[in-house]
């Protein structure tokens, strides 16, 4: 009972509105207090309950703590991977790809749309941080597609929608937060999420080009007058503005695929790449490199403050055999491994509306790996990973608290309603949900890669 008590003030006050880190640290604390015999003993007072019922004493939270993140050479990829994406905005890389690509498919209906997905998905494979991604493209992208008349809703959809790429495809801060939970290598979680990440955006240029052929008038192409690079010029300029990007990716995934490198290793290499590539485009200067770092030490420490809090919360609620429910709960479900999933599935999106990825990567995920682990073995535990991970990708577009709607209203035009963003994410979701669906119904999706590579090794 104390178990789902403190489970439930957790909840309550991350719906309230209190800071993650310190909801999750205070209800450790407060539940520390309730459930353990240090408050009675400190009072004077006899256990009321089983001694055996305890919660082990708070002199031990600090060395899990410090075995959970100092430890933990997974984690060092975060600060990489957020540098490397801070950096990359700076540099001028997607002001180039868009403007590039727009002039590519902008002879076709809907071909800026589909612009916005082949940056995004570049973009998300180069930089993996949704919030850059979703602003850069609001501030460059919406302007145009509104000048040339692109319906509202399709035009903030598509952006926003794009923009969340970076969460699974590679290299993505989910994915590492992720494969340190459930316990599986990031490596592979990269090399899986690929394929699917992929397959996305494809889905989501395929509902482009519908909307395009169904409703001309809300995805006109290109005047003539506004495409003013043709032939072998146009060609030139997208491989000079394709190979940077493209070589950095393969710094990064190439590197991990064949195993020259862990995810760790790959991130500090991509870090450097993306200095490399600013100081290309004359962005490095001493302004940007301090901004640079700022934010990503501000993006991290928010990270990892959550983690201390998420390790307390986790370590008490293990104590008070709140698991214990939640496995019963779990593994009673009629259909077995298929009811585990449906209804893990549906508590991670509902949660979505209203909490924050991490949240529910540190407060729900430890919950469901270790059931998880026991229906479907170790050897698909990835493949449950990128299964939450596309998932949780829904989370920034879900309303009322999807982060990429913030992030793009924050930078839209006056004439961008909320109404308008709200509309245009609506079939972006429903398309992420039909890829949960497609991932779960085929697994070698996400297992294929991974296996190739181990075999290429």
């Given at each position: 009972m104390l178990g789902m008590a403190m489970f439930g003030a957790a909840i309550g006050l991350l719906l309230l509105g209190f800071p993650v880190a310190f909801s999750l640290g205070g209800v450790a604390f407060l539940f520390t207090l309730l459930g353990s015999d240090l408050l009675p003993s400190m009072l004077g007072i006899p256990l009321p309950w089983d001694p055996e019922f305890r919660v082990a004493r708070l002199n031990i939270l600090p060395q899990r703590i410090f075995g959970t993140i100092m430890d933990n050479f997974t984690l060092v990829a975060v600060p990489f991977f957020v540098f490397m994406g801070v950096m990359l905005e700076k540099s001028g890389l997607a002001e180039e790809l868009l403007e590039t690509m727009g002039m590519l498919f902008g002879r076709l209906r809907g071909g800026l749309a589909i612009s916005v997905v082949a940056v995004g998905a570049l973009l998300a494979a180069s930089t993996g941080v949704v919030g850059a991604s979703v602003v850069t493209?609001?501030?460059l992208a919406l302007p145009v597609m509104l000048k040339y008349k692109y319906a509202k809703p399709l035009a903030t959809?598509?952006?926003?929608?794009?923009?969340?790429?970076?969460?699974?495809i590679p290299p993505s801060i989910v994915l590492v937060i992720l494969g340190d939970q459930i316990g599986v290598s990031v490596g592979d979680l990269f090399l899986g999420a690929l394929l699917p990440g992929l397959l996305l955006a494809g889905a989501f240029m395929l509902w482009v080009i519908f909307k395009a052929l169904t409703r001309p008038l809300e995805a006109p192409a290109l005047p003539p007058e506004a495409r003013t690079l043709h032939g072998w010029r146009l060609l030139a300029q997208v491989a000079?503005?394709?190979v940077p990007p493209l070589v950095l990716i393969f710094l990064v995934l190439g590197t991990i695929f064949f195993g020259i490198a862990t995810p760790t290793e790959a991130g500090a290499m991509g870090a450097v790449g993306a200095m490399a590539l600013a100081l290309i485009n004359r962005r490095l200067t001493l302004r940007n490199l301090t901004a640079t770092m700022d934010q990503t030490v501000r993006l991290t420490s928010m990270v990892f403050i959550i983690l201390v809090g998420a390790t307390a919360f986790g370590m008490v609620f293990t104590a008070l055999h709140g698991e214990r429910v939640v496995q019963g709960f779990l593994t009673g479900l009629p259909g077995g491994a298929s009811g585990f999933v449906v209804v893990a599935m549906l508590v991670i999106f509902f949660l979505g509306f209203f909490i924050d990825f991490i949240e529910i990567t540190f407060i729900v995920v430890p919950l469901l790996a270790p059931i998880a682990l026991l229906f479907f073995g170790p050897e698909l535990?990835?493949?449950?990973?990128?299964?939450?991970?596309?998932?949780?990708?829904?989370?920034?577009l879900t309303p009322p608290f999807g982060f990429a709607l913030f992030y793009l209203k924050g930078v839209s035009p006056p004439s961008i309603k909320t109404h308008h963003i709200y509309r245009g994410v609506a079939p972006f979701i429903a398309i992420q949900l039909l890829m949960v669906l497609v991932i779960a119904l085929f697994p070698r999706l996400v297992t294929w890669l991974p296996e190739l590579a181990r075999a290429a090794r």
């Open positions: 493209m609001g501030v959809g598509v952006i926003a929608s794009s923009g969340t790429l970076g969460q699974i000079k503005n394709l535990m990835v493949w449950f990973g990128v299964l939450i991970a596309m998932n949780l990708q829904a989370s920034f």
